[in-house]
């Protein structure tokens, strides 16, 4: 279960961990500064544990800012999929390449079920775009993405992540205002280390279980539908 923890809470620990609960060597703003690398750190790690399908949000509407050209959200950090609304069901679309841009504009589409995309970088705009082939009414298209990691500012700032995951956030900080102060941090590596390989694993077996739960749900509706008895109850 998620547990919100304020960023000052989080400075806090960091410097009971460090032993500088006292001093000033290391401001609050530079532990925030770590802070936050820590939870972009671990996060990558995570995100990359499934191909962060764990971590997947289903995107607000989008908008469209070109012919075949949809904003995605100012928070997006990864695509996870793509699908279209055919008028009665979901179906996914098929990753394009964008070298194939003007081939993608001119050929001839099979209907939903052959609908194409690729995600494209605008940097003059500062924004990632989705493409799709052909265009579709903004309604119709459903995409899943992994936001970007969490960023404290504030002190009231809250990480809205399972009590377990903070305590790698801290000790990382910790690590880092020690080394800042040339003394020794052997002992917090050895903790924080554990303690990622434990989220690690969390994050593993909970994918596992979403997959086989998805799984089971799926077989059973087949089975349901074939008026199967054995419904797996």
């Given at each position: 279960m998620a547990t919100n923890v304020t960023l000052t809470d989080l400075i806090t620990h960091v410097r009971q961990r460090?032993?500088?609960?006292?001093?000033?060597?290391?401001?609050?703003?530079?532990?925030?500064?770590?802070i936050n690398d820590g939870i972009f750190d671990l996060y990558a790690k995570?995100?990359?544990?499934d191909d962060g399908k764990l971590f997947a949000t289903v995107s607000p509407t989008l908008v469209k800012v070109?012919?075949?050209?949809?904003?995605?959200?100012?928070?997006?950090?990864?695509?996870?999929?793509?699908?279209?609304?055919?008028?009665?069901?979901?179906?996914?679309?098929?990753?394009?390449?964008?070298?194939?841009?003007?081939?993608?504009?001119?050929?001839?589409?099979d209907g939903d079920y052959d609908v194409r995309y690729f995600l494209y970088l605008n940097q003059d705009q500062?924004?990632?775009?989705?493409?799709?082939?052909?265009?579709?009414?903004?309604?119709?298209?459903?995409?899943r993405y992994i936001k970007e990691a969490p960023r404290l500012t504030l002190g009231t700032d809250t990480l809205k992540w399972p009590s377990n995951w903070h305590e790698a956030i801290v000790l990382d900080a910790a690590i880092k205002c020690l080394e800042k102060e040339e003394s020794e941090a052997a002992h917090l590596h050895i903790e924080r280390d554990r303690a990622e390989a434990r989220i690690l694993k969390d994050v593993r077996e909970q994918s596992v279980a979403q997959i086989r739960t998805l799984r089971d749900v799926a077989g059973?509706?087949?089975?349901?539908?074939?008026?199967?008895?054995?419904?797996?109850?």
């Open positions: 460090a032993d500088m609960e006292n001093s000033a060597f290391c401001s609050d703003s530079e532990i925030t500064h770590y995570m995100v990359n544990v070109g012919n075949n050209a949809y904003q995605l959200p100012s928070n997006f950090m990864r695509l996870v999929d793509v699908n279209v609304y055919t008028g009665s069901r979901w179906v996914p679309a098929y990753e394009a390449d964008s070298q194939d841009y003007l081939n993608l504009l001119s050929r001839q589409y500062g924004r990632y775009e989705l493409f799709l082939f052909p265009a579709k009414s903004v309604s119709s298209i459903g995409v059973r509706n087949r089975r349901q539908r074939r008026g199967g008895r054995n419904w797996g109850h």
